[in-house]
C-alpha cells in the first residue's frame, strides 16, 4: 500500500487560499490521487481526484507534479465551513486476481484544517 | 433521499452483549465497506463486500462480522463486546470499476458507539 504523508493540522483565515501537500514516494504506475474532507461527526466526503497535471472542480484544484511523488490540494477562498479533515489517498489496486477487482480506500491520518475568523 | 444510510446513530451497550448497525445504500453500488474511526480518528478499513466476496482486514476481531441480505445492505454485527470496540463506525459503498481509476466512495453519517 502506498503511504501517504500530511501535515497534522493547519489554520488559516477566512479568505485566504490554503494549500495542503501530501508525500506519497512510492506511488505505483496505476495510482491515482484521491481527497476526502470530514467534518466533525460526519463520514468523509469526496473531494477531488487526479492522476497527472492538475484538476479543477467546483470545490478545489489538485495539482500533482510530473513525477507524482506529491500532491497539493488547494482550496480557494476558505471559510468557516471548510474547517474539517482532509484525507489524502493513493490507489492501492484490485486486491484479487477475478478480474474484477475490489478497491479499499485507505485513509491516513490526514490533515486537520481550521478556519479562523 | 439519503444516499448511505446507517442505524442507529448511537448505541450505548454493556461490555460482553451482542450488537448489530445496519446499513442501507440506495445507488446501486456493488461494493460496501465498514470503517471504524477510533479516538484518535484514525479511520480503518474493516471490512469490504462486493460480488459475494468478503475481504476481511486481518487485524478486526472474529467477534465481528458483517453480512448482506442483498446488494442494498451490509449489516455489521458484533459479539461480546469489549471496552476497545467503543468508536465511531461507517458504511460506505462504491462501484466496482475494472479500470485504472480509482473509484468515489459515499459514505454514512457513522453509528457512535459506547461500550460501558
Known amino acids: 500500500l502506498a503511504k501517504t504523508t500530511q501535515p497534522i493540522s493547519m489554520d488559516s483565515y477566512e479568505g485566504q487560499e490554503v494549500n495542503i501537500t501530501c508525500s506519497h514516494n512510492?506511488?505505483?504506475?496505476?495510482?491515482?490521487i484521491t481527497w476526502y474532507q470530514q467534518f466533525p461527526s460526519q463520514g468523509p466526503r469526496f473531494i477531488i481526484q487526479?492522476?497527472?497535471t492538475k484538476v479543477t472542480n467546483e470545490v478545489a484544484s489538485l495539482f500533482i507534479p510530473a513525477d507524482r511523488k506529491s500532491s497539493t490540494l488547494s482550496l480557494p477562498r476558505v471559510s468557516l465551513s471548510d474547517t474539517a479533515v482532509y484525507y489524502c489517498?493513493?490507489?492501492?489496486?484490485?486486491?484479487?486476481?477475478?478480474?474484477?477487482?475490489?478497491?479499499?480506500?485507505?485513509f491516513g491520518k490526514g490533515t486537520k484544517l481550521s478556519v479562523i475568523p | 433521499d439519503t444516499a448511505v444510510s446507517q442505524t442507529p446513530k448511537y448505541l450505548v451497550t454493556q461490555m460482553g452483549n451482542d450488537k448489530s448497525i445496519k446499513c442501507e445504500q440506495n445507488l446501486g453500488h456493488d461494493t460496501m465497506y465498514w470503517y471504524k474511526q477510533d479516538s484518535k480518528k484514525f479511520l480503518k478499513i474493516m471490512f469490504s463486500y462486493n460480488n459475494k466476496e468478503l475481504i476481511i482486514n486481518e487485524t478486526v476481531p472474529n467477534r465481528f462480522s458483517p453480512k448482506s441480505p442483498d446488494k442494498a445492505h451490509l449489516n455489521l454485527h458484533i459479539n461480546s463486546l469489549e471496552l476497545g470496540d467503543s468508536a465511531v463506525y461507517f458504511c460506505?459503498?462504491?462501484?466496482?470499476?475494472?479500470?485504472?481509476?480509482?473509484?468515489?466512495?459515499?459514505f454514512g453519517q457513522g453509528t457512535r458507539l459506547t461500550v460501558v
Open positions: 460506505a459503498s462504491s462501484q466496482r470499476r475494472v479500470t485504472l481509476e480509482r473509484t468515489e466512495a459515499f
Open positions: 487526479g492522476y497527472k
Open positions: 512510492n506511488i505505483a504506475t496505476n495510482d491515482y
Open positions: 489517498l493513493v490507489g492501492d489496486g484490485p486486491l484479487f486476481d477475478s478480474g474484477a477487482g475490489s478497491y479499499q480506500l485507505t
